[in-house]
Structures are given as C-alpha cells and as structure tokens.
T-cell receptor, first 111, second 119 residues
Framework: RKEVEQDPGPFNVPEGATVAFNCTYS??????FFWYRQDCRKEPKLLMS???SGNEDGRFTAQLNRASQYISLLIRDSKLSDSATYLC????????????FGRGTSLIVHP | DTGVSQDPRHKITKRGQNVTFRCDPI?????LYWYRQTLGQGPEFLTY????????KSRLLSDRFSAERPKGSFSTLEIQRTEQGDSAMYLC?????????????????FGNGTRLTVT
C-alpha cells in the first residue's frame, strides 16, 4: 500500500461547481499535512496547510480525519483558473522531516 | 524574496554521461530536499539535508546518484552513467526546520526544477 494515495481523476467540472478531493495516508503517526497545487510543467506550490480542526482559505476548505486517516480539499465556486493538479502531502513521522507526496488529482474546470 | 533557484532548467544528455544539477535554496532555510517527478506521478523523495548534513536518502536511489551540500547553502545532485530511466524533472525544495512542532508544519518551497532528458 502506498504511503499517500489519491484518485488521479481527472475531475471534469463546470465553472461554479463544488468539487472535493480525498487523500488517504497509511502512517497513523503522521504529523502534518498540506495541499499543493501544480500547474502543467511547473513546480508544486503550497495551496494550504491542513489543521486538525479544519481550515478555510476563501473558496478552499481543508479537513483532516485522523481516525480514518484521510484529508480532504473542498473547492467551492470553481473557476477556470482552478484547473491544475492537486497534490496531497503528508509529513513522514518518526523524526524524519520528509514530506511524502501523493500522485495528485487532476482538476479540469470548463466553461 | 529570491526564492529557490535551480540550474540548468533543461538538460539533454546521452546515455552513459554524467550530469550535475545545482540548487540554491532560500537563504534562511536550513533544510534542502531533492525530489524527482515523472509524468502523471507526484514528486518522489530522493534525499534531504539539514544544514550540511545529509540526513536521509531514499532506498530507491541507486549509487549512481550523489548529492552534496558542502557549506549548508547550495546543493548539487550528480547522476553518473545516466540511463534513459533517469529522464524526469528533478525538483529542489527548501524549508525552515529544527526541533519542535514548528518543524512539522514548515511547508516546502520549490524551485522551477531541472528537466533531464537522457537519449
């Protein structure tokens, strides 16, 4: 089983739609979680950290479920510019600060 | 904010040649990471440094790969005797780090990457 798993998609949604991605992780001792966005042939960029209580940044909401070992990203009112790959990142625990990436979920927002 | 810079942006080499990439992290960041990414996959961890110490290296990394960070600032990644399977985007990232919970929540800042093509 991979350490971090994501549905690769693509998720194809119309503008204005709400879309949600999940990401599961295998190591129950994982300490920190992030969502990154990656545009085609560009480097990943931090979208948001994920906190235990859940957090929101504008149209984006991230949640963590430690019991079920998954994190989620909700995008409301999708824009064309949201089209990208969304990478789930989990920090490997045990003293090694090694962020582990999922394979990413592709989102395509169409007019 | 100068960000993370990588050089070169693109490298085309013939199989069997050696290549070296450079990464300059954000100046106040003491952690530096190398990742490799192929099409349709997420970045795969290769190795990381805290200051000049190489603290971990992926078991998937063959002995043809070596990385250094001699003065705790810039880093180089060398691939010897390149193979076609080495073709990928090589990403460098840096972050602040140290003991304590703050370290866990320090996100990575990536450079633009070096795209390697081995022919």
């Amino acid at each position: 089983r991979k350490e971090v798993e994501q549905d690769p998609g693509p998720f194809n949604v119309p503008e204005g739609a709400t879309v949600a991605f999940n990401c599961t992780y295998s190591n129950s001792a994982s300490q920190s979680f992030f969502w990154y966005r990656q545009d085609c042939r560009k480097e990943p960029k931090l979208l948001m950290s994920v906190y235990s209580s859940g957090n929101e940044d504008g149209r984006f909401t991230a949640q963590l479920n430690r019991a079920s070992q998954y994190i989620s990203l909700l995008i409301r009112d999708s824009k064309l510019s949201d089209s990208a790959t969304y990478l789930c990142v989990v920090n490997k625990s045990g003293g090694s600060y090694i962020p582990t990436f999922g394979r990413g979920t592709s989102l395509i927002v169409h007019p | 904010d100068t960000g993370v810079s990588q050089d070169p942006r693109h490298k085309i080499t013939k199989r069997g040649q050696n290549v070296t990439f450079r990464c300059d992290p954000i100046s106040e960041h003491n952690r530096l990471y190398w990742y490799r990414q192929t099409l349709g996959q997420g970045p795969e961890f290769l190795t990381y440094f805290q200051n000049e110490a190489q603290l971990e290296k992926s078991r998937l990394l063959s002995d043809r790969f070596s990385a250094e960070r001699p003065k705790g600032s810039f880093s180089t990644l060398e691939i010897q005797r390149t193979e076609q399977g080495d073709s990928a985007m090589y990403l460098c990232a840096s972050s602040r780090g140290g003991p304590g919970t703050f370290s866990y929540n320090s996100p990575l800042h990536f450079g633009n990457g070096t795209r390697l093509t081995v022919t």
